[in-house]
């Protein structure tokens, strides 16, 4: 009789994970929850882990405003070093306001994702908050709502007729040397909160496309059997010739290596791009950009 109560007590517990071991032999209780790599002390036991959540998002453009490397999407975190993750849908919403004169408002407004881990149960659990949010093979669902601000989509469109009639009113060759120099001839002379606006309009446009490009190379290295550890991202914006044209540099550091014993500091590049700070518009600049941004 106590064995038989034994067995189904320990049958309840494993019922409630989800049994197929990750590429480090922990079991996770989601299917979308991958654990890559794990730290084992000397009595055997796992003291760290690293984990990554597979999700899908709908409408898609709602991971547009995650970070997806910082949020444990497009690279894996340690668990010592991050044991919760929020995800803020609308953590871009006033900056896009400003910028484009129209942003959603998605709900839930915020997905938290709480990570444990069992020794006894060699399995790495995940709480999901709000319950549901999220489906089990890894779709998070949001429901949004679509604001505007009148007076700012006026401005932008005055803008470009403004800019349209500059144009119209130039010749076609001294058009393209204008161009050619707003987009190549550095300027020292800065302001700081247009700069910031500039690095602002890549993370926005441009930074789920970088962190796919880093999800992939990330892919790349476990096939080969090397580690890949994605670390902070660094955007660089220097003012060009035209007042309102900045050249935004991105640059990622990481760690590479065969084992997780033996990484190595290296640098990445993510990209040149071309950024309108009164149109709100991101155009990629070198190969690097346009490999990242499909062009």
């Keep these: ?27 996770t209780t989601k299917p979308w929850l991958e654990v890559s790599g794990k730290k084992i002390g000397f009595d055997g036991k796992q003291y760290d882990s690293c984990y990554r959540f597979n999700l899908r998002f709908w409408p898609q453009e709602a991971a547009d405003n995650l970070n997806l490397q910082e949020t444990c999407i497009s690279a894996c975190c340690w668990r010592s070093e991050k044991e919760e993750v929020v995800l803020d849908f609308n953590r871009n919403f006033d900056a896009d306001m400003l910028i484009h004169g129209r942003a959603r408002k998605y709900s839930p407004e915020r997905i938290t994702l709480q990570i444990d881990h069992s020794n006894l149960l060699n399995t790495t659990k995940v709480t999901v908050s709000p319950k549901g949010a999220i489906s089990n093979n890894g779709l998070v669902n949001l429901s949004y709502k679509e604001y505007e601000n009148p007076a700012r989509l006026a401005q932008i469109a005055k803008n470009a007729q403004a800019l349209a009639n500059s144009l119209a009113a130039a010749p076609a060759e001294k058009r393209q040397t204008v161009k050619n120099r707003a987009v190549k001839t550095p300027k020292q002379s800065s302001t700081p909160k247009e700069s910031d606006t500039a690095k602002a309009l890549v993370q926005r446009q441009a930074g789920a496309k970088i962190d796919t490009y880093f999800y992939q190379m990330d892919k790349s290295y ?11 991202r660094i955007l660089h914006a220097r003012k060009t010739a035209d007042p309102d044209l900045y050249a935004v540099s991105c640059q990622a ?14 640098t990445f590049s993510c990209g ?17 950009a346009h490999l990242i941004w499909g062009k």
């Design 272 to 288: 040149l791009w071309n950024v309108n700070v009164t149109e709100g518009t991101v155009e990629p600049d070198d190969k690097r």
């Design 253 to 266: 550091k990481a760690r590479t290596g065969l084992d997780v014993q033996h990484l190595r500091a290296s």
């Design 1 to 27: 009789m106590k064995k038989t109560l034994c067995g189904a007590i320990l049958i309840f517990l494993l019922g409630g994970c989800y049994t197929p071991m990750n590429n480090s032999g922990v079991a």
């Design 222 to 232: 476990k096939k080969q059997g090397a580690v890949f550890l994605l670390s902070e």
